[in-house]
């Protein structure tokens, strides 16, 4: 498992794993990231990345990505 901020950009991954305190995972799970989900990096701007998740496109800083295990 690798975190989704070091995801290749244009490959489509599955979440295997959200981690961060549960107001973190609450907020992801909003979002619409959730285990066993599908999830593309569209393109990376610094720390900051863009993903295409259930057909929106949402940008993520670097820490909030990090949660995310791929």
């Known amino acids: 498992m690798i975190p989704l901020n070091l995801a ?3 490959e489509v991954q599955i979440i ?3 981690g961060g ?6 907020h992801l ?6 285990v ?8 990376t701007l610094g ?3 863009i993903v295409k ?3 929106s496109r949402i940008a993520l800083d670097g820490k909030l990505a990090s949660k ?3």
Request: proline share 3%; aromatic share 2%; charged share 35%.
């Open 8 to 10: 290749d950009a244009g």
């Open 16 to 18: 295997r794993r959200i």
């Open 21 to 26: 305190t549960p107001d973190v995972r609450k």
């Open 29 to 34: 799970e909003d979002l619409g990231f959730t």
């Open 36 to 43: 066993g989900g599908e999830v593309q990096v569209i393109s």
């Open 47 to 49: 720390e900051n990345i």
């Open 53 to 55: 998740i259930k057909e």
């Open 68 to 70: 995310i295990m791929i």
